[in-house]
């Protein structure tokens, strides 16, 4: 049987003394999209953050087949794992396709002498994005930021793709663009872990869903199966648009 591409288990991760998340356990498969939804406060960004090695954490975290726990940021990015934060952070003074050259710093360091024409990727996947490459990012719409924001990181040819919050702030037309474009993504072979608050449409693109709630998984099952939990729908579906 195939090894899952991450795996963790008892994970605990906090700040300082602090500890929010409490003996997580979760699966991810490759070429499949996991999605991890609760209410606000379930620390659903933490854990990413802790995936990404930004917050500190205790447990088992293998990464095709092999510990990373003790993996600093940089070395995590190396073996192909990225994350967009919830914050986009990008370079707001820089040019669309400055950012995206950024992106690039992966490849450029494994010496891959054709990183750029992944840039035409992205371009692809997102058009609006080609048609404003010389743009500053700063004065692109909340959707257009979106797309550069999860472009840039495409950009490091990434085996696993961590999106936190993708359609906060966003009109719903746009956040079906971005989640067409997820499902884009899983096609292509890239692992995608996706944290969202509209469970309804995480669910929808997802192969597999986690609940958090104070820190621990309350709930996992196949998406479709926890599309149709009461006690979820009552919880977090009721009021979902999209």
Known sequence: MQKPLLEIKQLRAGYGKAEVLHGINL??????????????????STLLNALMGLVPCTGE?????????????????????????????????MSVEENLELGGFRQKKLKNKHWREQIEVVYNLF?????????????????????????????????????????????PLVVK?????????????????????????????ADYGYVLEMGEVSAEGPSAQLAKDTRLIDTYLGSAKG
């Open 27 to 44: 699966k991810v498969e490759a070429a499949k999209v996991i999605t991890v939804i609760g209410p606000n406060g379930a620390d659903k």
């Open 127 to 171: 058009p609006r994005l080609g048609e404003r490459r010389a743009q500053i990012a700063g004065t692109l719409s909340g959707g257009e930021r979106q797309m550069l924001a999860i472009g840039r990181s495409l950009m490091s040819a990434p085996t696993l793709l961590m999106l936190d919050e993708p359609s906060i702030g966003l009109a």
């Open 177 to 205: 663009e971005i989640f067409n474009i997820i499902k884009k993504l899983r096609d292509t072979g890239v692992t995608l872990i996706l944290v969202e608050q509209n469970a309804r449409v995480a669910l929808s693109v």
């Open 61 to 93: 975290l293998n990464y095709c087949g092999s510990s990373i726990l003790n993996f600093a940021l940089e070395e995590r990015v190396m073996q192909g794992i990225a994350l967009v934060p919830e914050k986009r952070e990008l370079f707001a003074t």
